[in-house]
């Protein structure tokens, strides 16, 4: 163990923390909307909705053509403050001309989309309404980039997970109380975009080197080299994220889009922890490949991705044993047939997660067209388990489909990473851990099963699963040098404040 890895783990652990406080709050009023605007609309009209919010993500991750990743990649390269505003404004103007030509596009042509594609004309005043949401939504995307290139967490936490999703909520308490219907809910996304966008944009300008002038370098055409492959990337993952709702509403119907976008962003808590650490692990891993340090490459690597595993797995326990209850709990009765899928949803989420680290650490050595290649493949066998399964099994087969696709390309980014950079997600112990884990969680399923389920069984089974999973991480896989360095430094600044607190 060097003195620099110890500190890079301390900076990524401190600063994961902070994201994490941030996703938790995101995430847990973002479930809160939906669980309103589910209950308040039914199942119909929230998939009309749900097709709206898809489609804002499908369009702006489009006019974003990767920008706000090559900006993130390309600023700590970076010292002078003029080309670090070359970078900003070019990111900037490029996403700005492409978003609002093609939120002009669908805003005039919602009808035509509504009834060629959804086979439903009532949709076009949700579709124009959602497209207004397309260019702030990109620039807030920018803006988050920026950030993630000076290695501030703050500004991402206030613009995405915290203005965004209280403004959202707000606005889908207050139109579900005066009855506005489906248009005031998606007027209650274009606000929250907006506003965000306005504190992201007021941080890069107020906080770093961007200013209105135009630059005397640009490096536009770097940033857009690098880019232009993110741009198909992110098309493509998209089809790994959306598609799915998309060819639902497509081949099913809006009720099926609406229980699977209940159970969707479900499975996605699963991902607070790999989100946590990955805004802050793409620049400082950019840093280390550009020193040539791949030795701490790998043990920051391994550290962050155990961190990742201890704390999803006993969510992903949770949700894959109780996915009929948590979904009536949070949802209703009305969605309760999604339980299935959840289950195997979870699944796929669950391989993301603990592998995730994966395409951000060959986004940050540059190898951006095998990420391209890798994401053709996982999007092109996506889409075929798509259209042979969402017409057979509908929002099962799409949870199949996307569960699939998870797999697959986490295999190929894990493998080309260990190619290049010999880097390894886990150890021996690990691998032990997540063996004796699954065996656990299939135990606890497998008994919560063959008896009556009551609270108190629930109760019971949960904590038993609780005190294993303890023995089995204390037991099996321990604490590394770090991780006891850092819990010194956190119990001695928790005694500082204790004793500063009875002597004040």
């Not at 944009?201 to 640009?218: E, G, L, M, N, Q």
Request: charged share 10%.
């Amino acid at each position: 163990m060097s003195q620099q890895d110890t500190r890079h783990f301390r900076n990524l652990f401190t600063g994961g923390g902070i994201l994490f406080a941030g996703f938790v709050a995101e995430l847990g009023l973002s479930l809160f909307s939906k669980i309103i605007i589910a209950r308040y609309l039914g199942k119909v009209d929230y998939g009309g909705i749900a097709l709206g919010a898809t489609m804002v993500a499908i369009s702006s991750t489009i006019v974003l053509a990767g920008m706000h990743t090559g900006v993130a990649q390309f600023l700590p390269r970076f010292e002078d403050s003029d080309d670090r505003h070359g970078i900003i404004f070019s990111a900037f103007a490029v996403v700005g001309g492409f978003s609002l030509a093609l939120a002009s596009g669908i805003f005039l042509f919602a009808p035509t989309l509504a009834e060629t594609f959804f086979h439903n004309p009532e949709l076009a005043p949700v579709l124009a309404i959602f497209a207004l949401a397309i260019p702030v939504s990109a620039l807030m995307r920018v803006a988050i980039g920026v950030s993630q290139g000076y290695q501030q967490t703050l500004p991402k936490v206030l613009t995405r997970n915290l203005s965004f999703p209280i403004v959202r909520f707000s606005g889908v308490a207050i139109v579900a109380l005066f009855g506005f219907g489906p248009l005031g809910i998606a007027g209650s996304y274009v606000l929250a975009y907006a506003l965000s966008a306005c504190i992201g944009v007021w941080y890069v300008v107020r906080k770093t080197a961007f200013s209105i002038s135009v630059p005397d370098r640009f490096h536009a055409a770097s940033l857009m080299s690098f880019s232009a492959p993110l741009l198909l990337t992110s098309a493509l993952t998209l089809v790994l994220s959306d598609i799915d709702t998309l060819m639902l509403g497509y081949f099913a119907t809006e009720g099926d889009v609406g229980v699977y976008n209940v159970i969707y962003p479900i499975g996605v808590l699963l991902l607070m922890f790999l989100r946590s650490f990955r805004f802050l692990f793409l620049p400082k891993i950019s840093e280390l490949d550009a020193a040539e340090s791949y030795a701490s490459m790998r043990r920051q690597y391994y550290l962050v991705t155990k961190w990742i595993f201890l704390t999803t797995t006993p969510v992903f326990a949770v949700v894959v044993v109780y996915p009929e209850t948590i979904i009536q709990m949070l949802f209703g009765a009305e969605y309760a047939s999604g339980g299935l899928a959840l289950a195997i949803l979870t699944g796929g989420f669950y391989i993301h997660a603990v592998l995730g680290l994966n395409g951000t650490t060959l986004t940050s050595i540059g190898r951006t067209r095998l990420i391209l290649f890798d994401n053709f493949v996982a999007a092109g066998v996506n889409i075929a388990l798509n259209l042979w399964l969402i017409p057979r099994y509908g929002f099962v087969g799409a949870a199949i489909a996307t569960t699939a696709s998870y797999v697959l390309i986490n295999v190929l980014y894990s493998a080309q990473l260990y190619h290049l950079r010999s880097i390894w997600p886990t150890t021996g112990r690990v691998t032990l851990a997540v063996g004796l884990t699954l065996a656990l969680i299939g135990i606890w399923a497998e008994v919560e099963e063959l008896i009556q389920s009551t609270l108190g069984s629930t109760i019971t089974l949960t904590v038993i699963f609780g005190l294993c999973y303890v023995s089995i991480v204390v037991g099996v896989v321990g604490m590394e040098d770090e991780e006891t360095d850092l819990a010194l430094r956190a119990k001695d600044e928790l005694r500082g404040r204790v004793l500063r607190f009875f002597e004040g």
